[in-house]
């Protein structure tokens, strides 16, 4: 069986696919998967533990809920919802599960108030590679907890965790839509924008780049749409080839900088705000077979726009058009994690199709992302080198040693092998 992640690269043949129950065992060259829906080698390897059954608790007691880790995000929120409580981060798709998102410890639109998920875990109940479960939180285990927080699947398989919830103040959403001449204007935009969720879209394919900041909150005038968990009605068949080119983009783009600009303060749904991508079931085949690589980087505020310009300018000058491109700003809320990906700054997401020389092109990136002081998200990366990803990140020894505590080597990823997390 080939198995490869959300981006389809790399992928590994003849993998052994092994769906998680209490007997199953630890082996050399086991890593734990929840939906692979990370960009990259997170998830894989030869063998794989696979806990999306595992799902024997979802119990709600006042705002904290008791979730197993192969429930996907969709599925929990169509429960809490109900019940007028509200996830606290909410990832751009509802298909992660919750293992994967404690696992990479994703953050949403709001980081600036809520940081990310690992912030509202309040224990997790983990299978360490001994086979014992055991269980962590700030007061027990802690520095297993903070390893297991962002921490790669690579401290054992996380089964249940804890997770404080926040009270729903409705279910409409009014979004608004501002547009920025420049990315100075949309850096300082999206900073100092007072709502919660926020994120930007920026059309780097054009000739003069188009930025947009969509921000948005809940809001009781707003209409009510509960939210289903489903699958996306508009399937993408895989063709083999990229759909995706000059022409097809830039209609797209058109379109959608068309109706950004007519949605200014409009009503929108859950599903509509928060996974937008979700309607569209299978949309990674829009690439072809050969997949794509998504390069998340972030970089402190400090060196914010200077920083950013820069590497849009590389981007733009190269011959790699990138199709999809979204900014976020991250706040000061630290992450418990030990290599959790937020600092305080801004991010740029960009999505490469595969073809010749972009995996060094990426690399020249690393190199600036490096020099400005930032770091590249793991969840979304397939190809950072062991040497930069230290230069990157800082706590890595300490990270590893904590790994070296209880994972002698059992369970490693083929991202653990390239970037040396785990010593056998
Ligand atoms: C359309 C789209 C939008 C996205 N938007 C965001 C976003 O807004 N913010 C963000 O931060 N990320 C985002 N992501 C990335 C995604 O949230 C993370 O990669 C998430 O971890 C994927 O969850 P998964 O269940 O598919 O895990 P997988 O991809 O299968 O695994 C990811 C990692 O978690 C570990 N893991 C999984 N389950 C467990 C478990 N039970 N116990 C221990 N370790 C485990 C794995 O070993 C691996 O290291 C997005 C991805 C997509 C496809």
Known sequence: MSISNWNKIPSVKNARLISFSSEVEYKESTCIRGNGRSYGDASLNARIISMINCKEVLDLKDDILHVSSGFTLGEVLQIVLKQDFLFPVITGTQFVTIGGMIGCDVHGKNHKRNGTIGSWVEEIELKIPSGEVVFCS???????????????????????????????????????????????????????????????????????????????????????????????????????????????MGLYNRLYTRRLRKEKDAQVSFSEFFFPLDKMKNWNNVYGSKGFYQYQFILPEKIGAEGMKIIIDKIRASKFTSYLSTLKYYGEVESPGIISFPIEGYSLTVDFKNKPGIVSFLRELDQLVIQFGGRVYLAKDAILTAENFRKMYSTVDEYKSVIKSVNSGKINSLMSNRLKLVDA
């Open 138 to 248: 700030e007061l027990k285990n802690k520095e297993l907890f903070r390893a297991t927080i962002g921490g790669l699947g690579l401290t054992g398989a996380i089964l249940s965790a804890k997770i404080k919830l926040e009270k729903l103040k409705s279910k409409g959403i009014s979004q608004d839509v501002t547009e920025y001449k420049s990315i100075e204007e949309l850096l300082t935009g999206i900073k100092e924008s007072t709502s919660p969720y926020k994120v930007a879209w920026l059309d780097l394919a054009r000739k003069n780049s188009t930025y947009f900041l969509l921000s948005g909150d809940f809001n009781a005038k707003s209409k009510n749409v509960n939210f289903k968990a489903a699958n996306g009605k508009i399937s993408i068949p895989n063709i083999g080839v990229s759909y995706l080119n000059k022409i097809s």
